[in-house]
Each structure stands twice: as C-alpha cells, then as structure tokens.
C-alpha cells in the first residue's frame, strides 16, 4: 500500500544569530528579521512545512529571505537553535534528526538526503574524477566492490548525459552546467529519498538552465524522488514545483499549489512579489 | 459528475489598498461524462476565472465544487488539501489554456515521450506513442525534435492539447482552445476535442468561438453580470 504519508516533516525550525532577548523569543514583531531589543538575527524564524512522496516542493523568497539557510540547516550544515525534523524513511519518522549523533547525520546525508549547491565547489571535490566524486558517496555509504562502484559511476553519469568518456576527468574542466550535473549524479548516488537544490540553475547561462532543469523533472518522474528546490526565480519556481512556499524575513509567509501562488497571491508580499515578474 | 453550487470568487488587491475585485457570484451547474459544458459572455466577465476556480489555481471564496473520482469518491475541489489536488490533476484532470507551458529546449519528442511513459509503459512504447500523436495532429516529422518554441500558434497548441489528453483525462477544462488559430489547426483540435467526447470526458469550455461552440457544446452558459445563466440548448440558440 502506498505511504502517503510525508517524507520530510519539519517543525518549528529557527537558526539565530545572537541569544534572543524576551522581545524577539516571545515573538514580537522583528525589523526585517532581526530584533529591535537585543539586534539578534531570526534568519529562519519558526518555519514549519511538510514534504510529501514524490513532489517537487518550491522554496522561493528574496535574498535574505532565510530559504538557503533553511536548506543547509536541514542537511546539517549548518547549526539551528532549535526545531525539529522527521524524515519517514529514518527511523520511521519517529527520530528528530537534529538530536541524533553526528555519525547518524553522516548517514543521512549519505543515504536519506541529497544535496546540489549553487556553487559546484561546495558539493564536488574538483581534483577528483568525475567518476571519483561519486564513488566517495558509494564508498560512504558502504559500498566497496569496486565492479559495483564503477557500474553505478557509470549509470549515474550516463544518466545525467555526461559523455562516459569523460568519467576520469575533473569537474574543474567542465562548463558550468556539466559541474552541476556532475553534482546531482552524486547526490543521488545511494539512491535517497530526499533532494534539496539549492539554487542549482543561479548563474548558470539561460541556454543551460533549461536542460538541467529538464534533467531534474525527468529523474523526479523516473524515481519518484520528493525534491525541494531554493530559488529567487518565479519561472524556475513556476516551471518545476508542484508547490510553493514563500519566505520572508525568515518566515514562510503563504504556501500552496505554485499556479495557486502565482496567480492568486493571498499575502500582501506574495502579490508584490509576482507582480515583479518581467514576464 | 461535477456538481457546482454556490460558487463565488473575489479578489483582494493589496497592491491596490485592499481593493476587492468581483470575478462572479452564485454560480452553480452540473457537467457530465461525455457532455461539453460551454461558457460564453464578454471578455473579463469571469469565464476564465471559473475554469481556474474549478482547477483550483484559483481559490474560490465561496461555494463548493463536487467532483467524482475515477474511485467513486465525492470530493470539494473548492476546499481539498493540496496534495488531493495534486494527485487528481496527474490522473484525472486537464486543462488547456491558449498558452504552451513547457520547458524551453526540449523537442517535442522528449516532451511527449516524457508525458507517455510511466510504470506500465516502457520508453519504446512511450516513443510509439509519440509519434503516433504527433503525425496524428499533423506535426511535421521534421519538427518532431525542434523545441516547440520555434513552432507556429497552431503547432504549438496541438502540442499544447496533445499533453493534456495524453494522460486521459475525467475532467477537461478548456480555456479557449481554438483562439486565435488557422482553420487547418482548429479542425484538428475539434476532432481531437470530438474524440475525448465519444470517451466520456466531462468537458468545460471557455469559447468566443462559435463555430466550436455549435460543433461540441450540449449545454451553454452565459457569464453576465458576474453570474451565470443557462443558455437553453446550445445549438438551437446558435443556428
């Protein structure tokens, strides 16, 4: 039978810069999100919000907004306050995995999660083969038949049309869009539930934002993997999420079905927001 | 099979000091299986603003909208969880607007084999499928791996309607599917339209068209006023 039940649950989450004062930690209003008492920094500021198996969740919002932070504090790497996350494929959902040991989160970030980043650095080691970045996830995760490690380097790779002949080289020679497609192919090395794209297509040329784009639709409709994806960019946002939340100042501010979002703004910043658009 | 009551829809413009827009009121009907429900009346009466309320891209501010799933369950369109709604437009619901919404750099056939091709259909048969379609709606076989960007109008909303019927939809909501196109693309998007009749589609239709509206509507309603009124059989108010 089929778990409809969502894969990623999170709570409450706050990441703050400073210790709090009774101002801003009863909830007070905040300048922009920091507190005008003590000027500690809410930047994800008691966010709640559930995944659901097999949709592509939108995070969109300005600069500043809190929705990277959000991202990186759920894949630890970032430090939060306090908050809480369930992911259902761990422990049945039953664990918060921000009270879990660092060698937990090491397998969640191994198996339960992946992660592509703006920047290519931050997810590749670019004196590694492209092939080598994703045996290092294989590895992590236990695998060590090396037949099996190259098969899948192999498959993952093809998958992402990167040419097989290119499986030795760095992806510090590689254009942009390869790197970031080097990127999803290891992310999704061990085959986890969970993919978080962070901006994965900011500063990318149009003409290659549009196939990798492409390229995370079709393995979302081939795996079935749940997918949330950080962007500033309402088209990119309008093109991939099924929906959308919109943050502001730390806060998700209004949430709903992305043509729901778009076209029907509720909030008073959403209706801003989208009628910015240039298009 | 969609029962419609009461349904109303406003506007609130922040962006204009609150100001609330009527898109209609009261609006209630029913639509059934291989019938096409046609909506006519001026432009910004609110024709559009009802099939969006239906597909729920639109919130509605009252009312409620009954729709029977393929498994036999009532469900409100007008107040369902996103995820039902989610769920329901992957399996069960279309719509077709006059616009193309697709991602740019993607030839028709990749869009179209992508749409095909699921658990029970391999990606030959996915392809097959394609082709099939597209010679079916006289898409050029030389344009079958151009990004349907560089199609003309009519192309492209052959393209458009090939998408949403390729999942076989219950419910189909058309948002003027012939407008602006030469008579060659027309006929072809009525006969495809015809087709999806004779399959027990429910049909909603937004049309300032009214030789499609004489070839496929059953039932007619005109938007006046902000409400909705019963035009009594179709064709005999057109001839």
């Given at each position: 039978?089929?778990?409809?039940?969502?894969?990623?649950?999170?709570?409450?989450?706050?990441?703050?810069?400073?210790?709090?004062?009774?101002?801003?930690?009863?909830?007070?209003?905040?300048?922009?999100?920091?507190?005008?008492?003590?000027?500690?920094?809410?930047?994800?500021?008691?966010?709640?919000?559930?995944?659901?198996?097999?949709?592509?969740?939108?995070?969109?919002?300005?600069?500043?907004?809190?929705?990277?932070?959000?991202?990186?504090?759920?894949?630890?790497?970032?430090?939060?306050?306090?908050?809480?996350?369930?992911?259902?494929?761990?422990?049945?959902?039953?664990?918060?995995?921000?009270?879990?040991?660092?060698?937990?989160?090491?397998?969640?970030?191994?198996?339960?999660?992946?992660?592509?980043?703006?920047?290519?650095?931050?997810?590749?080691?670019?004196?590694?083969?492209?092939?080598?970045?994703?045996?290092?996830k294989l590895i992590a995760a236990g695998v060590r038949h090396v037949g099996q490690i190259t098969d899948r380097a192999r498959y993952l790779l093809d998958h992402v049309e990167i040419p097989v002949n290119r499986i030795k080289e760095e992806p510090k020679n590689f254009s942009g869009g390869m790197q970031q497609r080097v990127q999803i192919s290891k992310a999704l090395a061990n085959n986890p539930p969970i993919l978080m794209l962070d901006e994965v297509t900011t500063g990318l040329d149009l003409s290659v934002q549009a196939r990798v784009l492409d390229l995370i639709k079709r393995i979302q409709h081939e795996l079935g993997i749940?997918?949330?994806?950080?962007?500033?960019?309402?088209?990119?946002?309008?093109?991939?999420?099924?929906?959308?939340?919109?943050?502001?100042?730390?806060?998700?501010?209004?949430?709903?079905?992305?043509?729901?979002?778009?076209?029907?703004?509720?909030?008073?910043?959403?209706?801003?927001?989208?009628?910015?658009?240039?298009? | 099979?969609?029962?419609?009551?009461?349904?109303?829809?406003?506007?609130?413009?922040?962006?204009?000091?609150?100001?609330?827009?009527?898109?209609?009121?009261?609006?209630?009907?029913?639509?059934?299986?291989?019938?096409?429900?046609?909506?006519?009346?001026?432009?910004?009466?609110?024709?559009?603003?009802?099939?969006?309320?239906?597909?729920?891209?639109?919130?509605?501010?009252?009312?409620?909208?009954?729709?029977?799933?393929?498994?036999?369950?009532?469900?409100?369109?007008?107040?369902?969880?996103?995820?039902?709604?989610?769920?329901?437009?992957?399996?069960?619901?279309?719509?077709?607007?006059?616009?193309?919404?697709?991602?740019?750099?993607?030839?028709?056939?990749?869009?179209?084999?992508?749409?095909?091709?699921?658990?029970?259909?391999?990606?030959?048969?996915?392809?097959?499928?394609?082709?099939?379609?597209?010679?079916?709606?006289?898409?050029?076989?030389?344009?079958?791996?151009?990004?349907?960007?560089?199609?003309?109008?009519?192309?492209?909303?052959?393209?458009?309607?090939?998408?949403?019927?390729?999942?076989?939809?219950?419910?189909?909501?058309?948002?003027?599917?012939?407008?602006?196109?030469?008579?060659?693309?027309?006929?072809?998007?009525?006969?495809?339209?015809?087709?999806?009749?004779?399959?027990?589609?429910?049909?909603?239709?937004?049309?300032?068209?009214?030789?499609?509206?004489?070839?496929?509507?059953?039932?007619?309603?005109?938007?006046?006023?902000?409400?909705?009124?019963?035009?009594?059989?179709?064709?005999?108010?057109?001839?």
């Amino acid at each position: 039978m089929n778990d409809t039940r969502p894969v990623l649950t999170v709570r409450n989450l706050v990441v703050r810069f400073g210790e709090g004062c009774d101002y801003c930690l009863s909830g007070s209003p905040l300048d922009k999100g920091r507190c005008p008492s003590c000027y500690s920094v809410w930047a994800v500021n008691r966010v709640s919000f559930d995944l659901y198996p097999g949709e592509i969740l939108g995070i969109v919002g300005e600069s500043g907004s809190g929705k990277s932070t959000m991202l990186r504090a759920l894949y630890f790497d970032r430090e939060i306050t306090y908050g809480e996350a369930y992911i259902r494929e761990y422990r049945d959902g039953r664990e918060n995995i921000f009270g879990i040991s660092n060698q937990q989160k090491r397998y969640i970030r191994n198996h339960k999660m992946g992660m592509v980043y703006q920047n290519p650095i931050m997810g590749l080691r670019m004196n590694f083969s492209s092939g080598a970045n994703i045996a290092e996830k294989l590895i992590a995760a236990g695998v060590r038949h090396v037949g099996q490690i190259t098969d899948r380097a192999r498959y993952l790779l093809d998958h992402v049309e990167i040419p097989v002949n290119r499986i030795k080289e760095e992806p510090k020679n590689f254009s942009g869009g390869m790197q970031q497609r080097v990127q999803i192919s290891k992310a999704l090395a061990n085959n986890p539930p969970i993919l978080m794209l962070d901006e994965v297509t900011t500063g990318l040329d149009l003409s290659v934002q549009a196939r990798v784009l492409d390229l995370i639709k079709r393995i979302q409709h081939e795996l079935g993997i749940s997918i949330i994806i950080v962007s500033h960019d309402l088209a990119v946002i309008r093109m991939m999420a099924d929906r959308t939340a919109v943050m502001l100042e730390g806060k998700i501010i209004e949430e709903g079905l992305t043509d729901q979002i778009l076209e029907d703004p509720i909030h008073e910043y959403t209706q801003v927001l989208v009628h910015s658009l240039l298009y | 099979m969609l029962q419609v009551e009461g349904l109303s829809k406003e506007f609130k413009m922040h962006v204009r000091d609150g100001l609330i827009i009527k898109g209609f009121e009261d609006v209630s009907f029913r639509a059934y299986p291989g019938k096409l429900l046609a909506i006519t009346g001026s432009s910004g009466v609110g024709k559009s603003t009802l099939l969006k309320c239906i597909y729920r891209t639109y919130k509605p501010t009252k009312g409620s909208i009954i729709y029977l799933t393929n498994d036999g369950t009532r469900i409100n369109l007008a107040t369902a969880d996103d995820q039902t709604v989610i769920k329901l437009r992957k399996a069960e619901m279309a719509y077709i607007s006059q616009f193309l919404h697709i991602i740019p750099r993607v030839s028709a056939m990749e869009i179209l084999t992508s749409t095909f091709s699921s658990e029970s259909v391999s990606p030959k048969e996915a392809r097959d499928l394609a082709e099939f379609y597209l010679d079916r709606v006289g898409i050029s076989k030389n344009l079958w791996n151009m990004y349907p960007s560089t199609f003309s109008g009519g192309e492209k909303q052959r393209l458009n309607i090939l998408l949403a019927l390729a999942r076989k939809p219950k419910l189909l909501l058309l948002d003027e599917p012939t407008a602006s196109l030469d008579v060659h693309s027309r006929e072809i998007i009525l006969d495809l339209i015809h087709e999806a009749k004779k399959k027990d589609t429910t049909m909603i239709g937004v049309f300032h068209d009214k030789e499609a509206i004489k070839s496929l509507a059953d039932s007619r309603y005109d938007l006046l006023n902000n409400r909705l009124v019963e035009v009594s059989q179709a064709r005999k108010s057109l001839a």
